[in-house]
């Protein structure tokens, strides 16, 4: 009967903790989400300013090797600067593109790592 008295003392505490507990999940999911979305709209702000700036590094390019093919037989030296430039323009750009990759799933991770956290918060919550 003890037993018994001391488990019912014990549930009625875990339902009296448990909507400040739910609250308290409800804040951190709002919190995270809030959190991802921010980076995440930054992520894509800085995704279009760089896309941006590729585009008009790309049509320069263009425009200078649409000048380099109308003067080809006094611009050959210039080609091969131009042709070392686009490459050099390319591994700039495959290496933005793998910083944002990694960026993107950083914050995968992070998320990831949030929310297991807020599992065992919550898991470790719903034991006491």
Not at 44 to 63: P, V
Request: no cysteine; aromatic share 2%; charged share 20%.
């Amino acid at each position: 009967l003890h037993m018994l008295n001391s488990l019912d003392s014990l549930m009625r505490e875990v339902k009296s903790i448990e909507p400040k507990v739910k609250e308290s999940i409800v804040a951190s999911e709002i919190n995270l989400n809030v959190s991802i979305s921010n980076k995440v709209d930054t992520g894509f702000k800085n995704l279009g300013n760089i896309t941006s700036q590729l585009s008009d590094t790309n049509m320069k390019i263009e425009s200078v090797n649409n000048t380099m093919n109308n003067h080809y037989e006094g611009l050959t030296g210039k080609q091969a600067e131009i042709n070392s430039s686009v490459k050099n323009n390319t591994a700039l750009i495959n290496e933005m593109d793998k910083r944002i990759q990694s960026n993107f799933t950083n914050i995968t991770l992070r998320e990831d790592s949030i929310i297991s956290l807020l599992l065992d918060q919550n898991s470790q919550a719903n034991r006491t």
